[in-house]
């Protein structure tokens, strides 16, 4: 199971090295490649001097769709990855609706990252009223296929490096998680639309996002098709975020 942190515009340096030197006194329990921190981009440097030599890889919230150049308050794929970054979250609900970040986008940066040789969490999710209408099924696929469609005609951008996170936007911050029976049946159309229409070479990882703590991340994980989950808000205290990675082994 993957235990995911996203920080979001959270912790100042004192506060995210308190957070994670908890974390740390665990690392010996940790999987490799299974515990992954999102912090905001000011603090990676201070953050990755900490991870560097432990089991918990370190990413950012989002990237670049250009190289380098003239784009103000930007920062490139290259630029990640030469921070000691493996990851990168692209196209969370909170980008798409605040920066008006469309799927198409998405799936540019979503190429830059992969070939900066980053990997790459995609962020998919309907809003409340898609899932009222009782068409967010229509709407993910979209989202989905749209997402990955500068990626999709090239097998080498599709080996190991694309993990999906579906958050419903309606799930985000609220407290209201979605169903087990939600979960279980968005992840599995996620994965048959994956196998019909992409070249994937490995078993493409998809996490849940939404609401996520330590009193409900045990029935999360054993849901089919869950592969991991994304966390918010239960990421910002080190003894709540602890115990979902628990939950997860
Ligand atoms: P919460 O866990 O705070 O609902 O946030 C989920 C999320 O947006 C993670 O990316």
Not at 122 to 148: A, M, P, T, W
Not at 202 to 207: G, K, Q
Request: proline fraction near 2%; charged fraction near 20%.
């Amino acid at each position: 199971m993957i235990v995911a942190g996203n920080w979001k515009m959270n912790l100042n340096i004192n506060e995210a090295i308190e957070l994670s030197n908890g974390l740390l006194k665990h690392n010996e329990v940790f999987v490799e490649e299974k515990i992954i921190i999102f912090p905001s981009f000011l603090i990676i440097p201070e953050i990755y001097n900490l991870f560097k030599n432990s089991k918990i890889s370190i990413g950012t919230q989002d990237c670049s769709m250009y190289d380098n150049g003239a784009f103000t308050g930007q920062v490139s794929a290259e630029m990640i990855k030469d921070a000691g970054c493996k990851y990168v979250i692209i196209g969370h609900s909170e980008r798409r609706s605040l920066c008006h970040e469309t799927s198409s986008i998405v799936s540019q940066k979503a190429v830059k990252a992969v070939s900066a040789g980053l990997k790459v969490i995609i962020c998919i999710g309907e809003n409340s009223k898609d899932r009222e209408k009782g068409d967010y099924l229509f709407v993910l696929e979209d989202q989905l296929k749209q997402s990955l469609s500068d990626l999709s005609n090239d097998n080498n951008l599709l080996s190991n490096n694309i993990i999906i996170a579906y958050e419903p936007v309606w799930a985000i911050g609220t407290g209201n998680t979605a169903s087990k029976k939600d979960i279980e049946e968005v992840h599995k159309f996620i994965k048959e639309i994956i196998s019909s229409n992409y070249q994937f070479n490995y078993d493409l990882p998809i996490l849940y996002g939404g609401s996520v703590n330590s009193k409900n991340s045990s029935e999360i994980f054993k849901i089919n098709n869950v592969d991991g989950v994304l966390v918010g808000g239960a990421s910002l205290k080190s003894d709540e975020f602890l115990k979902i990675i628990k939950n997860s082994m």
